[in-house]
């Protein structure tokens, strides 16, 4: 999905089990570039994707996804991210629960941010809010959301769709991501008439013999509700499972196209967070 969305700009996307090794390999084909001018991080800080040019192969940064439990790594910046739908779970550690590490690793954080802050009650993000501040009170904390802004269909990934595609129509909520909750309520607030559920587990990659039950469920609420159910994704199960999902015709299969956007809450903002990123980092590179 991110080298979809980042095609034809300057970054490079790396997977490995080993960030130190996967980093290391990049940073020695491709070199590195001072970080601390103003231009670059007005470049990495940008909403617009960045232009290659003549020395844009260069890497300036590193960013690590799940990266805060891989202590061996020197590091400038952790910003955790925080599911405010589910924040802890039932706060056990992994294998007995979601956690990858105690409440109390917050310490070590520099940002938190807590998602779906537009789907959790104000009482309930204060409440997140203090616990976090608890652990560390200096701790800066700031809100984001997913705000969808089209579809596209499972065979052109160039169709935009308007969101209101789905208003008043039976869906089928097809995922296998990690937190199902949040990309339900996003799709329950675009005005289906009925939304159905059927998830898998994060990560899972769909087999043709799912093909099966999915077209079980969809002739069953094509049956209780008279029409043909739209199956609705995330641009991450698409990817992932495209494949498979182009075989569900005659059903519609619709990718739900979203971006991460931090809101204003309570003094905190998007302009706010982007100048205490500039700060931290500054700080530390000196």
Not at 19 to 39: E, H, P, Q, V
Not at 85 to 104: A, C, K, V
Not at 110 to 116: E, G, L, M, N, R
Not at 239 to 255: G, K
Request: hydrophobic fraction near 40%; charged fraction near 25%.
């Amino acid at each position: 999905m991110l080298e979809r969305h980042l095609m034809g700009t300057s970054v490079k996307v790396g997977v490995g089990a080993n960030r130190a090794a996967t980093a290391s390999w990049f940073l020695d084909r491709y070199g590195y570039i001072n970080s601390c001018t103003n231009a670059f991080f007005e470049k990495l800080l940008s909403v617009n994707k960045v232009d290659t040019d003549a020395t844009s192969d260069k890497i300036g940064a590193a960013i690590l996804d799940d990266g805060m439990q891989h202590v061996r790594l020197e590091r400038d910046l952790d910003v955790v991210m925080v599911n405010g739908l589910t924040p802890w779970g039932n706060n056990q550690l992994i294998p007995f629960g979601p956690l990858r590490e105690p409440l109390s690793a917050l310490a070590r954080a520099d940002i938190v941010v807590i998602h779906h802050a537009d789907l959790v009650p104000e009482p309930i993000l204060m409440n997140l809010k203090r616990r976090i501040q608890d652990i560390k009170e200096s701790l800066p904390v700031f809100f984001s959301r997913m705000v969808s802004s089209h579809f596209f269909t499972v065979h052109n990934v160039d169709t935009k769709l308007p969101l209101s595609a789905v208003h008043s129509r039976v869906v089928l909520c097809l995922s296998a991501i990690g937190s199902p909750n949040g990309f339900v309520k996003c799709v329950e607030k675009l005005g289906p008439l009925h939304v159905d559920q059927l998830h898998y587990s994060d990560h899972y990659m769909l087999q043709p013999t799912d093909i099966c039950l999915m077209r079980r469920k969809l002739e069953e609420l094509c049956h209780s509700f008279g029409s043909r159910p739209i199956v609705v994704t995330t641009e991450k199960d698409y990817d992932r499972d495209r494949e498979i999902l182009s075989q569900l015709c005659p059903f519609d299969v619709l990718v739900l196209c979203s971006q991460l956007q931090i809101v204003p809450h309570n003094g905190s903002s998007e302009k706010r967070f982007k100048e205490l990123l500039k700060q931290l980092l500054d700080s530390r590179s000196r």
